[in-house]
Each structure stands twice: as C-alpha cells, then as structure tokens.
T-cell receptor, first 114, second 113 residues
Framework: GESVGLHLPTLSVQEGDNSIINCAYSNSASDYFIWYKQESGKGPQFIIDIRSNMDKRQGQRVTVLLNKTVKHLSLQIAATQPGDSAVYFCAETSPGAGSYQLTFGKGTKLSVIP | NAGVTQTPKFQVLKTGQSMTLQCAQDMNHNSMYWYRQDPGMGLRLIYYSASEGTTDKGEVPNGYNVSRLNKREFSLRLESAAPSQTSVYFC????????????FGQGTRLTVV
C-alpha cells in the first residue's frame, strides 16, 4: 500500500509468483488513474491507466482494478520477473482549470527474489 | 528516440546560488511539466505548461520560475537555491493537457549545501 512516512512499503515476491500492489486515493472527483514504474536512477514509466467508468483493465502481464466505492486501486503483475523490481506509483487526475494534473501516491517498492 | 532529455544529470549548488534546469522533448508534445521527488514521497508538481506560451503553478511553486522557450523546451530556474530544494527534479511531457499519460526524463539530482 501507500506510505504515509519516509520509508516506502516494500513487497517482496518470489520470481514467477503474482504481485499485487495496492493504492488508496482520496479524491472522489478523480476520473483517471495511472500506474507508473520507476527503476532505480530513472524517471517514472507509464504502465497502464484506467478511467473511472471502468473497474478492470488488462495489459500485458498487468491488470489494474478500480474500486470506486472504497477508493482503492490495485496493480496485479502476473509471473513476476526480476525486471519488475522497481518502485510503483499510482497517480490520479481530476479536472481543474481546464487541465489535468497528476497527483502521485508515495510509492511501493517491489523486490523480486530470484 | 530521445524522448525527454534533461540537463544536467547532477548538480551541487551553494545556498543562494542560481541555476537553470533544462528540458527538451522531441515528441511534438503540447504540454510539459516539472516535478520534484523527495525521499519516500511521490512526485509533486512544481509548474506546468499546458501549451506553448502558457505556464501555471502546480502544488509547490515557491522558489522556482519556469520558461516555455518554445514547443520543445521548458526550463526551471532556481533564483536563490535553498537546502530545502535538494531533490530529484523530473521534467515530463504529454501530447496534450487532457491526456494523463506523461513521459518523463531521467531526472536531475540537485544538492544544495
């Protein structure tokens, strides 16, 4: 889940297992949600997004689930690989002043055990 | 494709010094953004430019100024650096302001001593 302190929550997963990374958001008006992956020393990289009128979206080895009732978002990674080791951020956007601005969560560190 | 290019990659400043972080994108994107990332925290928006010729404040604009030089380039200036501005700075761009998929540069690690 998302951290409220200085230390990132860490998820350790055995290679080949499935990973589930959770995110809680606070703005009920948010209508677009994105997951980003950030490898060490690099900028965030877009993984997958989902609109608020959907509750599930699948990509290649990744699935995002959205539960608007409890304002919860999750990212599922199938058959986790060492290359999936990174910090994962959820981000939300909401309409405002005619432009979208991304609000990022604090991130979860995924460590894959070979 | 180069994507989003930031310079420099690393910088150490003394308190009170000024500097400009450069960002250029080659994807013909309309919107550009500057974020800062502090340890254990997500990215926070400093300034953004929805289109060439416009700039707006984000969540944490104090102590910074920006210039959208042309469609490709968006610079961030620290007029008088403070230790609280020690951070990793990311520039990003998106095709248009209404699209949330942003492409990020590699970041500039700035230390103010």
């Amino acid at each position: 889940g998302e951290s409220v302190g200085l230390h990132l929550p860490t998820l350790s997963v055995q290679e080949g297992d499935n990973s589930i990374i959770n995110c809680a958001y606070s703005n009920s008006a948010s209508d677009y949600f994105i997951w980003y992956k950030q490898e060490s020393g690099k900028g965030p990289q877009f993984i997958i997004d989902i609109r608020s009128n959907m509750d599930k979206r699948q990509g290649q080895r990744v699935t995002v689930l959205l539960n608007k009732t409890v304002k919860h978002l999750s990212l599922q990674i199938a058959a986790t690989q060492p290359g999936d080791s990174a910090v994962y951020f959820c981000a939300e956007t909401s309409p405002g002043a005619g432009s979208y601005q991304l609000t990022f969560g604090k991130g979860t560190k995924l460590s894959v055990i070979p | 494709n180069a994507g989003v290019t930031q310079t420099p990659k690393f910088q150490v400043l003394k308190t009170g010094q000024s500097m400009t972080l450069q960002c250029a994108q080659d994807m013909n994107h309309n919107s550009m953004y500057w974020y800062r990332q502090d340890p254990g925290m997500g990215l926070r928006l400093i300034y953004y430019s929805a289109s060439e010729g416009t700039t707006d404040k984000g969540e944490v604009p104090n102590g910074y100024n920006v210039s959208r030089l042309n469609k490709r380039e968006f610079s961030l200036r620290l007029e008088s650096a403070a230790p609280s501005q020690t951070s990793v700075y990311f520039c990003a761009s998106s095709r248009m302001e209404a699209l949330p998929e942003a492409f990020f540069g590699q970041g500039t690690r700035l230390t103010v001593v």
